[in-house]
């Protein structure tokens, strides 16, 4: 590994910092080197706050050492100004000869302007060092932008004969498949992701929170699925955990392809991701319009015999994990 490529690393480690805070905002991470040796670091600060190099030329002592050194940065700094000052301006003004870049924003609003502005102040610009990371770091911003749509996470538990709920049960809550653990990790999830997202037959059957609750960690903003906003407004998605939005009729024609309109509108709402938990008819209607980035699914040792089958998908298997009871595999639309 490079000197370049190891610092690009640690970029990568404290942008992690970032996740779920920084939305719509991409979670960026930036190291400053003088003489072999780190003199600041700095990442994304929750949204409307300041972006990572400022925090990372900010956390310098002797800002005299910035005319010597080289500032790394996941992504192109930005060149255009938001809610804060472009952040090309900044290292410019402190004189920071040499700048090394992961990857390139194409968002339109930068898609290079960064690196120009740059390189026309007489800095030194190295892009691309540990580029397929910092892509793979940044896929909820390029896809928000890139495909106009929410990066798409798609979660499901089923036990080990393929079914994800009981052909009938007693009371309106979940019949969880999955261990404690697991459940847990699902709510850390949530935290990390912008919204999350279910249809009516969920809310009926289960009466989901939809919330954080078993993790320090923002509530998603809860979308949810009512054709005719007939949903009573006692259940739990409508209380004041979270921010709330309702596709249905007034917003959507349902005589169409469903999975591409919803996207639409969580775009216009600047949502840059959401984890889809259910029911098997949402999940699959995402499937069947190909409208989705990575399925999680948890499988438990366990059988229902007969109830509501699992989404029917291909994927690509990235990982595969154990949580005591349950196993855990993730997969990439390929």
Partial sequence: ?????????????????????????PMVGSVIVHDNKIIGEGFTSPYGG???????????????????????????????FGKTPPCSDLIIQHKIPNIVIGCVDDNEKVAGKGIKKLMGAGC????????????????????FHNKKRPYIILKWAETSD????????????PVWITNTYSRQLVHKWRAEEQAILVGTNTIIEDNPSLTTRDW???????????KDEELSKKLHVFNKDS?????????????????????????????????IEGGAKTLQTFIDENLWDEARIFTRQNTFKNGVKAPSFKGKLISETSILTDTLKIYKND
């Fill in 50 to 80: 300041n972006h990572a190099e400022v925090n990372a030329i900010n956390s310098v002592l002797n800002k005299d050492l910035l005319k010597e050194a080289t500032i790394y940065v996941t992504l192109e700094p930005c060149s255009h």
């Fill in 124 to 143: 030194t610009v190295t892009v691309g060092i540990l580029e397929n990371e910092c892509k793979e770091h940044h896929k909820r911003f390029f896809t």
């Fill in 243 to 275: 921010e709330i939005i309702i596709i249905s009729k007034n917003n959507i024609d349902f005589t169409k392809p469903k999975g591409k309109q919803i996207t639409y509108i969580l775009f216009e709402n600047d949502i840059n991701s959401v984890i």
């Fill in 162 to 173: 393929g079914f994800i709920a009981p052909e009938t049960k007693n009371e309106q809550k």
């Fill in 216 to 226: 320090a960690g923002k509530n998603p903003i809860r979308i949810v699925i009512d």
């Fill in 1 to 25: 590994m490079t000197l370049h490529e190891t610092y690009i690393k640690r970029c990568l480690q404290i942008a992690k910092n970032g996740l779920g805070s920084t939305r719509p905002n």
